[in-house]
């Protein structure tokens, strides 16, 4: 059976191949793709879930429904012929291979060695088709229209239409190709005193010398309809992305970077959804996604501004950081100036460099690390390894634009430092109804630059991690990857190395809450729920760009704890009213205040209400208490739910409530001393 398939391994370890490399067909109008993504892809996961526990009949039903849904998809006609092969249907799994050959899927030796076509494997017909696949293989699938790069004189409009752009099944997103022509043949330097970006005499000198690589082959892409455009005739022979009528009819050329291009990208949009209980930033909204850092290493540069999600009225509500792109302090238009200098730095790189960090597609990590050092008041190695260089949010006022761009200049090839992957290793896992009431996962993100927690468990006041640290590619000489602190209290942060294995650590985060961090910590001081943690490989002076770990506290909880470290009191009512985001935390009405035996052992809590007249008590393992003995210890209990619910009203997020099951649990004690119990058979 077809897996989804992965990265492709290379020098940073997840660069993409790129389109123009094949000429792949279009199997279905490819704007419309979006609109059912998210229906396969959810069949994928359902087909994923049905193989690994062995449904036979359920796979063949969810790859019949893959095939109405998407009916010239090759990968789901091979699906179903796999789904027919396990349920012995011999005659119709044939026909769905040969329908699946037919479409495109044509990799004989995949075919052959698929244990989900061992029941066929000894009949003459499956030989022949593997012969058919053989022979069709590299050949135009017939009646589809082949997806071709088009060719575009840098610095005029490239036009993203149906002809060069697909729709990546794997991936959730497009890829548009564009064969660039050099205009009139002629050198940078003869383009020089066209420049009329940032730093212009110096870039104007280093394009008429040769060692500008100037803007030639960059494309700019503009994702909010022309609200805020960057003016590209500052930049010559940069080359701007326009999407067709067909495309903009489906709206794809709105919201955040959707996209992979063969070229290197300066993109924006700036946009942000306002209305409604799930108003945010671009930024924000993209948080949990991989697609991110998959641009990230595509040699793409986004920017987007912070809108109300970085105001001093509401503080700082990003749950996460990254290296991503960059967000701008403000709304609309906020970006241009530091997307624009961006730009410059782009022209202003020494033309081998640039090849060479686009081959390999590390040129917007580079550009990160280097715009970061360039930094007002960051002035050395530990500056840079401080919250000063790793704000959340980008003040356009801080922006050195001057030293950015000297330094990109300066850079060479042998002085870029390799990136540091980070990978979770250990982490505890808490249980809903137990450790946090929540329907939402602890994890926000698992990329391989960024790593982002909600520290939901309130029993633990201390959240553990334990994280592997690769560095990707070579280790320059004394080398070695540094972890640091760049928001939050340093006393209740903790990050030891792991005994016995190398480059990993544990991280222990104390119980942080809504808090405002130091000047120190950071150069924005907007009061914040989140700690964030840099890795970097440092060699002497010379620093990677970061990778970040960020662990993020619900600003509707305030969480009380006892001198032991246990949990004393949480109460959800959010009495300050502070905003919560409601696609990681529902309103609640209740507050919970927990019980102890004399030994220290959890015995429960008592949950406060405004419709409850007296608390309701709740067992150690979750259970609502309906009967005690004489010492007031439960001996019987019920399960409970917790729900979502919606008022009815548009306007306002779904608020959490709880229910009871139809489950009945009794505890037994050992002694008199024992106030906990276990559950009885």
């Known amino acids: 059976m077809k897996r989804s398939s992965w990265f492709v391994v290379a020098a940073v370890g997840i660069v993409l191949q790129g389109l123009g490399q094949s000429t792949p067909s279009r199997q279905l109008p490819v704007f419309e793709m979006p609109r059912i993504y998210s229906q396969h892809n959810q069949l994928r996961l359902r087909l994923m879930q049905a193989l690994r526990s062995g449904q036979i009949a359920e796979m063949e039903t969810i790859a019949r429904d893959g095939v109405a849904l998407m009916p010239q998809d090759a990968t789901w006609q091979y699906n179903l012929a796999c789904a027919l092969a396990y349920r012995a249907n011999k005659k119709e799994a044939l026909a769905a291979l040969d329908r699946a050959i037919e479409l495109g899927f044509r990799d004989a030796k995949q075919i052959a060695a698929d244990k989900d076509m061992a029941s066929l494997a000894a009949l003459p017909e499956f030989q022949a088709l593997l012969k058919k696949a053989a022979a069709l293989a590299g050949q135009p699938v017939a009646n589809q229209i082949p997806v071709r790069p088009s060719t575009v004189v840098m610095g005029l409009p490239a036009y993203v239409n149906a002809s060069n752009t697909i729709w990546d099944l794997d991936l959730g997103c497009f890829r548009t190709a564009f064969h660039l022509l050099a205009p009139e043949n002629k050198p940078v330097s003869a383009f020089a005193e066209s420049y009329e970006g940032a730093a212009k005499g110096m870039v104007q000198k280093w394009m008429r010398d040769g060692t500008a690589a100037g803007n030639h082959g960059d494309l700019y892409v503009n994702r909010d309809g022309g609200h805020s455009l960057l003016d590209v005739t500052l930049f010559p022979k940069m080359t701007p992305v326009v999407y067709s009528a067909d495309a903009q009819q489906q709206r794809v050329h709105m919201g955040a970077a959707n996209s992979f291009f063969d070229h290197v990208v300066v993109g924006n949009a700036s946009l942000a959804m306002t209305t409604g209980p799930l108003w945010r930033s671009l930024p924000r909204a993209s948080m949990g996604e991989l697609l991110p850092s998959q641009l990230y290493l595509n040699n793409q540069l986004w920017f987007y501004p912070a809108h109300r999600d970085f105001t001093r009225e509401a503080g700082d509500l990003y749950p996460a950081n990254s290296p991503y792109w960059i967000i701008s302090q403000g709304s609309s238009g906020s970006e241009r100036f530091i997307m624009s200098v961006f730009a410059s730095a782009l022209a202003a790189m020494h033309p081998e460099t640039k090849r060479i960090l686009r081959e390999r597609g590390v040129l917007a990590p580079t550009l990160q690390m280097l715009f970061r050092s ?3 008041g960051v002035r050395t190695s530990e500056d840079y390894l401080s919250g000063k260089a790793h704000p959340v949010v980008f003040d356009p006022m801080q922006v050195n634009a001057e030293s950015f761009i000297e330094k990109t200049h300066a850079l060479t090839p042998e002085h870029c430092m390799p990136l540091v992957v980070l990978r979770p290793v250990k982490e505890n896992r808490a249980e809903v109804g137990i450790d946090y009431f929540d329907l939402q996962s602890e994890t926000l993100w698992n990329t391989p630059f960024a790593l982002a927690r909600i520290a939901r468990a309130v029993r633990n006041k201390t959240f553990r991690m334990v994280i592997a640290a690769q560095v990707v590619g070579p280790l320059p000489s004394g080398g070695q990857i540094v972890w640091r602190v760049l928001q939050g209290d340093q006393s209740k942060i903790a990050i030891r190395p792991v005994e016995g294995a190398d480059q990993q650590v544990e991280i222990s985060v104390d119980y942080h809450g809504f808090y405002r961090p130091t000047q120190s910590d950071a150069i924005a001081v907007l009061q914040s729920s989140r700690v964030d943690l840099g890795c970097f490989v440092q060699s002497g002076d010379r620093v990677s760009a970061p990778s970040f770990v960020s662990i993020f506290y619900l600003q509707n909880e305030e969480r009380v704890y006892r001198e032991d470290g246990q949990i004393l009191s949480v109460d959800y009512r959010n009495l300050n ?29 008592f949950r406060t209400r405004v419709a409850e007249k007296a608390p309701i008590r709740f067992t150690a393992d979750g259970a609502r208490v309906i009967a005690v003995d004489a010492s007031g210890r439960p001996t019987q209990a019920v399960g409970v739910q917790y ?3 919606q008022s009815g009203r548009s306007d306002l997020p779904p608020s959490l409530t709880f229910g009871d099951t139809t489950t009945t649990v009794s505890y037994r004690y050992t002694n008199a001393l024992d106030r906990v119990g276990t559950r009885a058979p």
């Open 374 to 376: 360039s930094l007002r």
């Open 643 to 645: 729900m979502p619910y």
């Open 577 to 605: 009213h502070r905003y919560a985001d409601p696609l990681l935390t529902l309103t609640k009405d209740w507050k919970d205040l927990y019980d102890y035996d004399a030994q220290g052992h959890c015995t429960g809590w």
